[in-house]
């Protein structure tokens, strides 16, 4: 590791080495654009050059945008299982799957207790998150509860909730 | 540390780093599939090699000021010009119904979802009209929320054709589920009593 951090350095210093070559090299250059066509192309190279969007790595992890973000995480998990059941139900005389409440409910009833309790736990968790930080959203498209400590602090209330309350409904429900 | 001893160890640290780096401004050149003007101005060779000299590889180079980890969803393409260099970004056409009655039409299906959500879990179940009603608005709003995600994560500019297929696909899909829904709706006991029934199975 230390040697590679002096591999570095050293091509560090090498990089920073000869400033005034370099500033002959550019003046040379701008020089032989002097018309204003070889102008405007330097502009469209600058612009061509422009700094993108760093990723969302590069953001510190905040309540203000996480839960935002697994918002919609949670709506598509919901979703896409509400539209596999539906196009499901539809085709399954086709194919002769038992999709009916009461295949499903038996077929449910035979897995382990374990089983049962971690599979309703992974469809209330969303639902329940999805659900209450869904009331945060529709208060803020009504301008209220919208300040930076409101939003953090409806934050951990509604983690607290939607947690408790999926594990009441995989549990005792 | 065995770096010291094995050059070529050193070298393939620096290209595996160099491969991960994430995003770069400078060093353009370097990788063309980012950046592929490789004849603009700025990064004309002649420039560079006042800078650092070719000599060296031009990973390692990059290495030495990039070690960050690189996440390749949607990565930036090359930059163009629409138009000339000071066009302004166009203005879209104001439209209500594509911008304030649709954001207010979410709103209320959000909103009225509030109450159907509640009521099975105060009333035990759900008579067949107002769980239909429930199963309708919970399609409704996926339907938006899947457009939403259509429009944010495949551009039209950067991916028609696919834009197009999805555009479709998920219209579609949802026309199949409503017909599936009504399908459930009106040969078994209903949304919300099947949950309940599997829930306490």
């Known amino acids: 590791m230390l040697a590679q951090r ?28 002097s018309s204003m066509q070889t102008r405007y192309e330097i502009l469209v190279a600058q612009r061509k050059n ?8 590069i953001y510190k992890p905040q309540m203000t945008w996480i839960p935002s973000a697994l918002n919609r995480v949670t709506g598509s998990v919901l979703s896409g299982g509400f539209y596999v059941f539906g196009a499901a139900y539809l085709v399954s005389p086709l194919f002769g799957w038992h999709l009916d409440s009461a295949s499903m409910a038996a077929a449910f009833g035979s897995l382990p207790v374990a089983a049962k309790v971690a599979a309703k736990f992974a469809v209330a968790l969303p639902f329940t998150f999805h659900s209450f930080n869904g009331l945060r959203h529709l208060s803020w498209d009504l301008g209220k509860t919208f300040s930076n400590q409101a939003v953090i602090r ?8 939607s947690t408790v309350s999926a594990f009441w409904l995989a549990l005792f429900a | ?19 991960k780096r994430t995003f770069s401004t400078k060093l353009s050149a370097s990788f063309p599939a980012i950046n592929k003007p490789a004849t603009s101005v700025l990064s004309r ?31 930036p393409l090359p930059q163009v010009i629409d138009g000339t260099a000071n066009d302004a970004a166009p203005v879209p056409p104001p439209s209500p119904s594509h911008g304030s009655y649709h954001w207010t039409f979410e709103r209320l299906i959000s909103a009225g979802l509030i109450p159907l959500t509640i009521a099975p879990f105060a009333a035990g179940s759900l008579n067949p ?7 309708a608005a919970i399609l409704i709003h996926s339907h938006i929320g899947f457009e939403s995600i259509v429009i944010d994560y495949i551009p039209t500019k950067r991916l028609p054709k696919t834009r197009v297929l999805f555009w479709w696909g998920l219209r579609l899909a949802t026309v199949v589920v409503g017909v599936g829904l009504y399908e459930f709706e009106t040969n078994d ?10 829930w306490h199975a």
């Open chain 1, 6 to 33: 002096a591999t570095q350095q050293s091509l560090r210093r090498l990089a920073a080495s000869n400033p005034s070559m370099a500033s002959q090299m550019v003046f040379k250059s701008l020089a032989v654009g």
């Open chain 1, 50 to 57: 422009r700094p993108t969007s760093p990723h969302l790595t």
């Open chain 1, 154 to 161: 409806t934050g951990y209330v509604m983690l607290g909730v």
């Open chain 2, 1 to 19: 540390m065995a770096s010291i001893v094995r050059p070529a160890v050193l070298r393939q640290t620096c290209l595996a780093t160099a491969s």
């Open chain 2, 45 to 75: 060779p002649a420039v560079r090699n006042a800078f650092v000299k070719d000599a060296l590889p031009s990973a390692v180079r990059v290495a030495a000021f990039h070690a960050s980890g690189r996440q390749a969803i949607l990565p």
């Open chain 2, 129 to 135: 009209t107002t769980d239909a009603i429930l199963c």
């Open chain 2, 189 to 198: 006991v209903g949304v919300t009593e099947a949950i309940k029934r599997i």
